[in-house]
């Protein structure tokens, strides 16, 4: 089927009678669209908060640990008085 026979099949759905539909379908479906992005906007918020919570846990983990510090060097003796 190439585009103008595409587009022909279209228009004849397009023009026929609308179909009927279902008395309850356009609510369920509106309430079942409600609850997928309610469930959408607390997984992204439980995300954003371990986010943040593993970025306060890393901060505090470098702040004690400094990590970037070299270690004290272990193979020399301390320096003593002469």
């Keep these: 089927m190439n585009r103008p026979e595409r587009e022909a099949a279209v228009r004849r759905l397009m023009e026929t009678l609308p179909v009927s539909v279902p008395p ?29 919570a593993a970025a ?5 983990w470098a702040a004690l640990t400094r990590p970037w510090a070299e270690p004290p060097s272990s193979t020399t003796p301390p320096v003593s008085r002469w």
């Excluded at 379908?25 to 997928?36: I, K, S, V, W």
Aim: hydrophobic share 50%; charged share 25%; net charge positive.
């Design 56 to 60: 306060v846990a890393f901060l505090t």
């Design 24 to 52: 309850g379908l356009p609510g369920e479906a509106a309430r079942r669209g409600e609850r997928l992005l309610r469930l959408l906007r607390t997984g992204r918020r439980l995300l954003w908060l371990l986010l943040g």
